[in-house]
């Protein structure tokens, strides 16, 4: 571990999102209350940029970066200008060039003078990714072999174009795809002045980040079970605040807002989403989370240690490619009454029936009986008294798209040819309910294949 300077600051970072579609409240309450210096927008999740891709080759009116972006900056912009409170989003997406030039023209549009937006590009493949001789992680096959299905591939960047983006003066900094973490590594970095060869300043930043990044996670969201996890107010949940200096790193949330700050809550984030504890690999550093604590030192207020929990990188970046697999629909039916199982079975029967007459060629076909055995399948226990009411819900997965329309066309007549008292979720709605499925593989990038840049507008 290289020594470190001892800078005197303390940084507060604001969780604004946790996801795309998460709230919007957060990030003005953030800015209003948190006393923060930055405020953190995640906005990735595994399935989001071939998720846009493929919504991109439905229609053109699909933005190549989050469509939130500007609904979220707009109400903050000005206010956090005006504060000297630093924006980091990854909301770019597939073209964070274009999404910096729209933040860069709604600062024109509300009047904010010298506001310097920064793109952090670097990490999309798909061009390419069919040309490095990689394989899939997966079934060992060559990328090559897959070319006519893939839609998206993207590697997982790290924290250097933040920092380069800062250095350059930027007011807000958009990405591409970088881990999700990273997002608090990088101000992290450039303000303490972390070197990227030091692991242990890395994986104190990723340790950081991994438990801001998905928002009220760490702050009663997605944790509340009554009776044996109660939080507090979640509906009014406020958002985490991560208070670092060059000796402690504190956690919490607003004051007179909902939800618990807790060694529990803290303990549940740092396990979300990952394989080996003692070996989580980052882009810039592989962390070991055996290494890191928690104490509770207040009221919503926890401490966490991390002893020596860095190692030094891999010589590979984690790349995502989506690879199209079809087409997919669903269909709910309903029942109620008594002897509603009874006929949710019987209509799955009679479709079964159907599909054969008009020789549905499907890859998949999902019968579910929602409330019954829907999320467990086949591990699920067997009702212990008749149901009143039961959904069944039909889905197929199909190599050609007007295979999967053939299902609606099955499923719209039982209202008048099936069992007694069928119901339709939503019969009357217009269009197609079809839409293209895209598999994640992975792969393996020699990180000096990749490199990021920053642009500035």
Known sequence: M??????????????????????????????NRGNVNYL???SMSEVTMSAAQVSRMETDRVPPYDPYLIPRMEPILKSCKERGIKIITNQGWLDPEEAAQQVAA??????????????????????TIGTMGLDFIETGKPIAESLDTVVSAEAYLGAQGIVDALKGGADVVITTRIADACLYLGPLAYEFGWSFDDYQMMAKGMVIGHLMECGSQLS??????????DVPDLA????????????????????NSGGVVSEATCKEQLLYEVGDPGNYICPDCIVDFTKVSFKQVGDNLVEAFADQAGKPRTPTLKALVGLTEGFMTEEMVIFAGPGALVRAKCTQELLEQRFKKVALQATEIRFDYLGI?????????????????????????????????????????????????????????????????????????????ISSTVSFY
């Open 2 to 31: 290289m020594a470190q300077n001892k800078t005197g600051k303390t940084v507060r970072l604001g969780s604004a999102t946790g996801w795309s579609r998460d709230r919007f409240e957060p990030a003005t309450d953030l800015m």
């Open 40 to 42: 953190c927008f995640d």
């Open 106 to 127: 709604l600062a024109i549009k509300l009047g904010i003078k010298d506001l310097r937006v920064a793109a952090v590009s670097g990490g999309i493949l798909t061009k």
């Open 220 to 229: 009663g969201g997605y944790f509340a079970d009554p009776g044996y996890k």
């Open 236 to 255: 009014n949940v406020g958002n985490p605040i991560a208070e670092v200096s060059d000796d402690r790193v504190l956690f919490s949330k607003l004051s």
């Open 373 to 449: 055995n829907g999320v467990h399948r086949e591990s699920s226990p067997a009702p212990v008294h008749e149901p009143y009411e039961v959904i069944l819900r039909v889905a197929v997965k199909t190599a050609e798209r007007s295979e999967a329309e053939k299902i609606r066309r099955e499923i719209d007549p039982l209202a008048v040819n099936g069992m007694s008292a069928t119901g339709k979720w939503a019969t009357s709605a217009p269009g197609s309910r079809v839409r293209p499925v895209v598999g994640l593989s992975s792969c393996l990038v020699p990180r000096e294949l």
